[in-house]
């Protein structure tokens, strides 16, 4: 069992940076892909970023890279997500997740709460 408990939302301007942290407890949390998805009001879930149990290999949606960077300490159990030039469109909850099997697949079989990100004009 794993839970996932997100932090580092908040309102910014266009343009500024927001880092998300996602604390998880379990003492299976390193053998999980973990990643982080989003839902605009009305809109579907959709996927951001994930990282490899290793932190070797990361995947990303084509609509935040080069901007939004994920990486992970094992160690401490939480997951980052570090989102630059940050645009009103970024603007969601975001959620963290850990699954299985990397992207494509990714299975998430754990959620977070979800935490807010509102980016201005």
């Known amino acids: 069992q794993v839970q996932l408990v997100e932090s580092g939302g908040g309102l910014v301007q266009a343009g500024g940076s927001l880092r998300l942290s996602c604390a998880a407890s379990?003492?299976?949390?390193?053998?999980?892909?973990t990643g982080w998805f989003r839902q605009a009001p009305g809109k579907e879930r959709e996927f951001v970023a994930a990282?490899?149990?290793?932190?070797?290999?990361?995947y990303y949606a084509d609509s935040v890279k080069g901007r939004f960077a994920i990486s992970r300490d094992n160690t401490k159990k939480t997951v980052f997500l570090q989102m630059n030039s940050l645009k009103t469109e970024d603007t969601a909850v975001y959620y963290c997740?850990?699954?299985?099997?990397?992207?494509?697949?990714?299975?998430?079989?754990?959620w977070g709460q979800g935490t807010q990100v509102t980016v201005s004009s």
């Open positions: 379990g003492r299976t949390f390193s053998s999980y892909v």
């Open positions: 990282i490899s149990w290793s932190g070797t290999s990361t």
């Open positions: 997740a850990a699954a299985s099997y990397p992207p494509p697949r990714f299975d998430v079989r754990y």
